[in-house]
């Protein structure tokens, strides 16, 4: 006889053999490690919020903040880190000390967003240069990324920061 355990996350079924137990929960696989790498996340997102702001541990109304911005908007813990660092670092003129708390983020957010995509299309395509060294064809490539970068911003909406 099978014996299955559903998912708290996902709430698919599996053989209790192949689930992992965690916090008195069988989580599939796929969840755990999600589960694992965001709680890696979260505690990156707090190691860089008091190396930002100077300051030993975040303040609760920092905590709540990120704890609002996750249930509220569904921003990930390491697009908000993303999101901090676009801001704080990347972007000049900001400083922390003008700030109470991280509640730019959801200023920001889409620019942050927005910044990494292109970044990323920008090193996507330093890579299909290389490609397209050894492709005899140059312009067929060069098409094909003109009409992936314009599809890009199509489903910019969907593409979240903390997986780039
Ligand atoms: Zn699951």
Known sequence: MARNVKCPECGTFNDKENAIYHNSKYYCKVCYDNKMRESQDYKDLIAYICELYEIDAPTGWMLKQIKDFKEQFHYTYRGMKTTLNFFY????????????????????????????????????????????????????????????????????????????
């Open 89 to 164: 670092e990347i972007q000049e003129g900001h400083d922390t000390a003008d700030s109470m708390g991280i509640g730019i983020i959801p200023f920001v957010y889409d620019d942050a967003k927005k910044f990494y995509v292109d970044k990323k299309a920008v090193k996507d395509s330093v890579t299909e240069v290389s490609l397209e060294n050894i492709a005899s064809n140059k312009r067929i490539i060069k098409v094909k990324r003109g009409k992936e970068s314009e599809n890009l911003y199509k489903d910019i909406a969907f593409i979240d920061i903390g997986k780039l």
